[in-house]
């Protein structure tokens, strides 16, 4: 981990998605200066071999900075890109993380892995099933919908005895980041808020952070 910390040169590959509206808010809440480069999915920009060389995958959001030696490092998957971001440019006053080897830290990547692990694919299937799937398979709606209400009621009750009213300790982290765009996004899994009030209340809380104003807007409003 950076002890001290350096300059960044980050440039951002997003699009606007809850994955890639992560990346935007956590530099955001850092405060730190980046380049945005809009990858056009529909196009199959992120299929293109300069893309791939940054992100084998084919996937947004992507990440390059110079790292300490000097030499540009490259960063996938949006959790390993946080992880990053807060190791290397949030070490004096952990504006949205916690000192590695807390219990706080611990705890702050259950959350985060929870989201990766959990909430993100379960209702990005519930999207295609719900929006997109070419016909209609009422098992593939009602299974994902369904596990992301499932996941939806643990962060609900996880919420309901947090005194800060955040997923972890006294502050924002990069576990909430992480969860915004996607909860943000509920209905249109056909997921209802509405029944999970914990939950409504931190997603407007988290809308109230001027960091996350302005980094879900990159790289082009948010709706």
Not at 55 to 76: E, K, S, V
Not at 121 to 141: C, L
Not at 203 to 222: D, K, N
Request: charged share 20%.
């Amino acid at each position: 981990m950076s002890t001290t910390q350096k300059t960044p040169d980050i440039n951002l590959y997003t699009t606007q998605t809850p994955n890639g509206i992560k990346i935007s808010i956590t530099l955001e809440e850092l405060g730190l200066p980046y380049k945005t480069h809009k990858i056009d999915i529909q196009q199959s920009t992120q299929k293109e071999p300069w893309f791939l060389a940054i992100n084998p995958n084919g996937r947004i959001p992507a990440l390059t900075d110079t790292f300490t030696d000097g030499h540009t490092i490259r960063l996938f998957e949006s959790g390993s890109i946080m992880q990053y971001l807060v190791d290397q440019y949030d070490t004096e006053h952990y504006k949205i993380s916690y000192p590695r080897g807390t219990r706080e830290y611990y705890e702050m990547n259950n959350w985060l892995f929870f989201l990766n692990a959990g909430v993100g694919p379960m209702q990005g299937q519930a999207n295609h099933f719900h929006r997109y799937a070419p016909e209609t398979i009422p098992y593939g709606v009602s299974r994902y919908q369904n596990e992301t209400r499932r996941l939806y009621g643990v962060l609900d009750k996880h919420l309901q005895g947090s005194e800060s009213g955040y997923l972890v300790g006294d502050r924002c982290t990069i576990a909430d980041i992480a969860h915004w765009g996607w909860v943000a996004a509920a209905g249109w899994a056909g997921v209802d808020i509405e029944e999970f009030p914990h939950l409504k209340k931190w997603e407007e809380r988290m809308l109230a952070r001027e960091g996350v104003e302005r980094g879900r807007h990159v790289p082009s409003p948010h709706r």
